[in-house]
């Protein structure tokens, strides 16, 4: 018996539109489950991202000045996306993600040239940017999951964001809501970023497994 595909080319275009985003979708969904099923403290979270919590992290970012942008922890792209619907023609998205089945997933994915994607960890930033020979970004988005790092991964990452971000750059973060559960140690993610920011501002996010705030950090 044949085998039935997602792809069906007697559909109408508006059909083919939407199976082609519910594959998209599927796909990213699952693989972000089971690599999280593999390593929940790396990916801190069983789902990507939702739409609003997207929109939350990328408010505050004035798209109209933003050159160089980096995007630390891209997971399977559900920010990057929105990111480059939004960012200018000249400008650039440098996006950082540790786990290699990710970094291949987006590049698959997204056809963008000013896009580029970079295996690593956030807390080689500085040396990113050097070997690019760029001093600073105009904005971070990061979804790292802080309060699951050690203190001095966190730190040395957050030191290096704060020295590589341009003077009137912005930082976004997010961390979930209720993450004071049995086995995570206590950590206050806006007291973290006082001591990096002058000004951090926040915004509650509900719509998002899990809710979360949103963090804005200005130098
Ligand atoms: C909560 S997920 C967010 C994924 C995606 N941005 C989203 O919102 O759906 C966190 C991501 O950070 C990545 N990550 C964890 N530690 C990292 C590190 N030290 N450097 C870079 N990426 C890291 C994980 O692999 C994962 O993709």
């Not at 970094?103 to 990113?128: M, N, W, Y």
Request: glycine share 6%.
């Amino acid at each position: 018996m044949k085998e039935q595909t997602h792809k069906r080319p007697d559909a109408k275009p508006a059909t083919r539109l939407i199976s082609v985003r519910a594959s998209r979708l599927h796909t990213s969904h699952s693989l972000f489950f089971f690599q999280s099923l593999r390593s929940l403290s790396v990916t801190a979270s069983l789902f990507p991202s939702s739409r609003f919590l997207a929109a939350a992290l990328l408010r505050p970012i004035d798209f109209t000045r933003a050159r160089v942008i980096v995007e630390l922890g891209m997971g399977t792209g559900a920010i990057t996306h929105e990111l480059l619907r939004r960012m200018l023609p000249g400008a650039v998205l440098y996006g950082v993600d540790i786990n290699p089945a990710f970094i291949t997933h987006v590049q698959r994915k997204i056809r963008d040239s000013r896009f580029v994607p970079i295996l690593g960890g956030a807390e080689a930033l500085g040396s990113f940017l050097r070997q690019r020979g760029i001093r600073r970004a105009d904005a971070i988005v990061s979804s790292l999951g802080l309060t699951s790092m050690g203190p001095e991964l966190r730190s040395n990452i957050l030191g290096q964001v704060a020295e590589h971000l341009s003077r009137d750059g912005v930082l976004t973060q997010y961390q979930y809501l209720q993450v004071s559960a049995p086995g995570l140690p206590h950590f206050r993610e806006r007291d973290f970023l006082r001591e990096y920011f002058r000004e951090v501002a926040s915004e509650r996010v509900i719509w998002n497994l899990p809710p979360a705030n949103v963090y804005t950090c200005r130098l």
